[in-house]
Structure formats: structure tokens, C-alpha cells
């Protein structure tokens, strides 16, 4: 398997002049998923959790709703020009094998629809609509996710250049986290884990994102069942209104005790709101 990180020389300049050296980068490959030998789709990933991946992106995108109608995967024969596999192109054996779309994906397509195409599009396609309660976390476990999402990014020390989704508990627990240079990628990866540890639909964990929450991962928690995403930076408009459509807590710049939240804000306690609970 390829690694994670790769070094590459560069020329350093800074006011105390410049030296040349080795800087650690980030990987990025092409994987191809390929549905029974036919080609799905091209994606651009760090290498790693490939399988946890393609559970996720297939979940993401209706296509199975259970590890189990998944009844094989396994890398194809690709050499690089020095003959070692690439491990780059992934064959799927669904146990109900489904056509391949020949459409453009709803995660990638999203911007050439209409925003209410994309909300109801969505909406109708989930096969986990969220409850109507979910569960509710306390501001004071909420505030200490981003931090432990960054304590377990060991790419991101090395590279500073990956982003990085985390499952947690409501009570602040991280079960899962994942790295990928791809935002989306990250989060199909933390969501295939989850579906082959059979957590899925997640109704009672919190998805949390190290950048902005854009619609698609919006798209792809509500797909999975997960009632509350928090992201470190910005929400775009149309992530908002899928949020409040699906019943979704959607939480932006999330960072330390400050925080805005965009839908359903029931599901987020205060602090001071706890402790009278326990008076």
C-alpha cells in the first residue's frame, strides 16, 4: 500500500535567508471505484482505509444501506513504472448487484442543481431519516471535540496540508477519525467505519469536521443517520438549509467555548443548563 506521506525537496526563504531541504507532503492518488468490474467513479484520496472509504461513498450516495450487500472487494492488478501495485483501482461484488449511474453524483453534482432539487433530492434518497429527538450535548463536551480531532491528526503534524472527521459520542468520546486530503473523503471514511461496525444509522454520534461544513457533508451525515455535525470553520448557505430541511444540528466555527448553531438548536445544552439538571 502506498504510504500517507511522501517527501519532496523544496527551497525554503525566509527573512533569515533560504536553505534547500526535504519537506514532507501529503499523498494524493487516484482510486478507482469499479462496481463489478465496471468503472463508478475517480476520486482523489490519501491512500489508507480504502475500504472504509468506498462503504461510506456507496452509503453517501443510496447505492447500499448495509456492509453486507457488499459481498466482496479487492484490488485490482496495477503496476507503476516500476512494477509495485499501485493499489489504486478497487472492485466492488455487490450481492444485489444495481446498474452503475451513468449520472453525475450527488456529491460532486450538487452545484448544477437548483438548491431545492438538492434539498429534496437528498430528503427523499435516505434511507435513515433522522429522529426527531437525537441526542443532546453539552457545550462543555462539544467545545473538547475539535481538540481531540486534532490531537489524533499524526498527517496533519507531519504535513499540515490534510483534513481530518472524527465520530464521537455525545458525552466527548472519539471513536473513530480519519485523515484524507479530501474533506469528503475524511468523512466517507469515518462513515464506512461506522457502517461496518453496523453503527449506522448513528443516531446517537456527533460528526465533527476539521474545516468549512459544505452541503455535501451535510448530504452524507444525513445519509448515514447522524443528527448533529459540527465543523471548526464556516457553513455554506445551502448546508444550512439542507441542515434545518433533514432535522439536522448543524454547528459551525466550532472552536474552544464559542460556537454558532445554524438548526435544531434544542440538541445543543448549555453548561449552565446542565448543572441546574443536577440541583
Not at 229 to 234: F, K, M, N, R
Request: with cysteine; charged share 25%.
Amino acid at each position: 500500500m502506498s504510504r500517507v506521506t511522501a517527501r519532496r525537496r523544496m527551497r525554503r526563504i525566509s527573512p533569515a535567508g533560504e536553505v534547500q531541504r526535504p519537506d514532507t507532503l501529503a499523498v494524493e492518488e487516484p482510486l478507482e471505484i469499479r462496481i463489478g468490474g465496471q468503472s463508478l467513479m475517480v476520486t482523489m484520496r490519501t491512500p489508507g482505509n480504502d475500504i472504509d472509504l468506498v462503504h461510506g461513498f456507496l452509503l453517501s450516495e443510496g447505492m447500499i444501506g448495509d456492509a453486507d450487500e457488499i459481498a466482496a472487494a479487492r484490488y485490482c492488478a496495477g503496476t507503476d513504472d516500476e512494477g509495485r501495485n499501485t493499489y489504486n483501482v478497487l472492485d466492488l461484488t455487490l450481492r444485489n448487484p444495481v446498474p452503475v449511474p451513468t449520472r453525475s453524483f450527488l456529491t460532486t453534482g450538487a452545484c448544477g442543481l437548483c438548491g431545492k432539487t438538492a434539498l429534496d433530492e437528498v430528503r427523499t434518497r435516505t434511507r435513515f431519516p433522522l429522529p426527531a429527538e437525537g441526542p443532546v450535548v453539552d457545550t462543555r463536551a462539544l467545545a473538547t471535540m475539535p481538540d481531540t480531532l486534532r490531537g489524533r491528526q499524526s498527517v496533519f503534524d507531519a504535513t499540515g496540508g490534510i483534513h481530518a472527521a472524527g465520530l464521537f459520542t455525545a458525552d466527548g468520546a472519539a471513536l473513530a477519525v480519519r485523515e484524507d486530503i479530501g474533506r469528503h473523503n475524511a468523512v466517507d471514511k469515518v462513515i464506512g467505519w461506522a457502517l461496518r461496525e453496523n453503527l449506522i444509522p448513528a443516531h446517537d454520534l456527533v460528526l465533527i469536521v476539521s474545516g468549512r461544513a459544505s452541503f455535501e457533508l451535510v448530504q452524507k451525515a444525513v445519509m448515514a443517520g447522524i443528527p448533529m455535525l459540527g465543523a471548526v470553520s464556516a457553513p455554506s448557505s445551502l448546508a444550512v438549509d439542507l441542515a434545518a430541511e433533514s432535522g439536522l444540528t448543524l454547528v459551525g466555527f466550532l472552536r474552544g467555548e464559542t460556537m454558532n448553531v445554524y438548526s435544531r438548536p434544542e440538541r445543543v445544552r448549555l453548561e449552565s443548563e446542565a448543572a441546574a439538571q443536577l440541583v
